[in-house]
């Protein structure tokens, strides 16, 4: 029997690159244009294909091998050569195989079924992707033709595994809590969740479990627009001015949603492969109660200058505390912001508040010393949390978004944001 060596052809500038994927087995057959091995560079991946029919013999590389032009892959067996011995059987035989298989039934397996696996049609890019989600691709159902695998598919795929082990841990909670009573470990007391909690708890669920979140944290750099903001006075009585800081992290959020439209955005349904960009500017502001989490909306904040976004920050916050808010009030946003300045803490990862796209959380400001202009020196710095839908933002798109923002709440912006 003739046996084919197929080895590693002619890549270009690729040499002692790595081995990152295997994707076939000895004993399985092979088709011309198959792909065997996938190689990464510094500069991108390559899948190496089979050229010729036939069924793997030996397998001569593994995840992690160096490999260069020429290098031995596998070896191959000729297909035509198999068929033929195959076809040549004595009838005998076969009959003696047929009562074996009748005898055992669904017991018996061959050697050559136990090797043979779905292997998924993708790019290197897209294989890539799998691999930094720790997803092994070849169980990703492809939705383009002939069942190629797309990004979207991976994002799909991470999604329900994600869904089916919250339920499972649900599931374990629920026999673990029934299994023992607190009570039975020392004193306790039994009061009511709050109904604001209750309430917000389904919305809170549903963003974890079918969202993909992804967070991004930075830094900006505050030190001009706090030193404006501590010299705004008001011009009838000359007293300073109690703005906070979020009423400028307000309009700089809005500056640039504009900028990036995809975040002002909504997944209704993902199957449709449509989504809603809002023409609107409604803010998100997330306000701590006695009661429970509550997240108002300051409408059009992109007509509304600083004086007035503060006044109805305050009001805004009121309502929610006296329980005197509107429900209609807490739907309908552009994106939220969650702050912890107040109480402590720097970075975090705060859940979407869906069916919003992103949500910005802020940490408490915190003096530093920066490398700037040649010399250490120091600056108020803003931590950034941005939690971003990766269905519709990449990673890419929201480091230029927090890039935007930062920029926004900088030295050459700061002005601006008051008008």
């Known amino acids: 029997m003739s046996e084919i060596e197929i080895k590693v052809p002619n890549i270009g500038d690729f040499k002692n690159v790595e081995v990152i994927e295997v994707l076939v087995s000895e004993g399985q057959t092979l088709k011309k244009n198959d792909p065997l091995i996938t190689i990464e560079s510094d500069k991108s991946s390559v899948e190496i294909p089979s050229n010729f029919d036939g069924k793997i013999k030996t397998l001569k590389i593994k995840v992690g091998d ?3 032009e020429g290098d031995l892959i596998l070896i191959l067996k000729n297909i035509d ?18 009562t074996q ?10 050697t050559d079924q136990n090797k043979v696996f779905k292997i998924s049609s993708a790019s290197p890019k897209v294989r890539k992707f799998a691999r930094e989600l720790g997803v092994d691709i070849n169980q990703v159902a492809g939705s383009e033709r002939k069942g190629r695998v797309i990004e979207s598919d991976v994002k ?33 007391e039994i009061k009511d969740i709050p109904r604001v909690k209750k309430l917000s708890a389904k919305y809170l669920m ?6 993909p979140h992804v967070t991004n944290h930075d830094e900006a750099d505050i030190t001009e627009l706090e030193e404006f903001r501590s010299s705004l006075t008001d011009i009838y009585t000359g007293e300073k001015k109690k703005i906070t800081p979020l009423a400028f992290i307000v309009k700089a959020l809005t500056a640039s949603l504009k900028k990036f439209p995809n975040f002002n955005s909504s997944i209704d349904d993902m199957d449709g492969g449509k989504m809603t960009v809002k023409k609107y500017y409604h803010i998100g502001i997330a306000v701590d109660t006695p009661h429970g989490l509550m997240v108002p909306k300051l409408r059009n904040a992109d007509n509304k200058n600083i004086n007035l976004i503060s006044s109805e920050l305050k009001n805004l916050s009121d309502q929610c505390r006296n329980l005197k808010i509107d429900k209609k009030e807490l739907f309908g946003g552009s994106m939220t912001i969650t702050s912890l300045g107040g109480i402590g803490g720097s970075f975090f990862t705060p859940i979407i508040n869906f069916p919003e796209v992103a949500i910005l959380g802020i940490g ?7 490398f700037l202009d040649g010399k250490f020196v120091t ?33 050459n912006f700061a002005y601006k944001l008051a008008v």
Do not use: C
């Open 66 to 68: 160096k490999v260069s």
């Open 81 to 98: 050569e198999v068929q033929e011995r195959v076809e040549k059987k004595p009838a005998i035989e076969n009959e003696i195989n047929k």
């Open 101 to 110: 298989e009748i005898k055992q039934g669904t017991q018996k397996i061959s």
């Open 156 to 188: 799909l795929f991470v999604a329900s595994k994600s869904n089916n082990f919250i339920k499972n841990e649900n599931k374990s909670n629920e026999k673990i809590k029934q299994e023992y009573s607190h009570s039975e470990f020392g004193e306790v």
């Open 206 to 211: 549903n963003s974890w479990t079918n969202v």
């Open 364 to 370: 408490r400001t915190e003096k530093k010393q920066v």
């Open 379 to 411: 600056r108020i710095m803003l931590p950034l949390s941005l939690s971003y839908d990766h269905r519709i933002i990449d990673g890419a798109e929201a480091a230029r978004f927090n890039n935007e923002l930062k920029e926004n709440l900088g030295k």
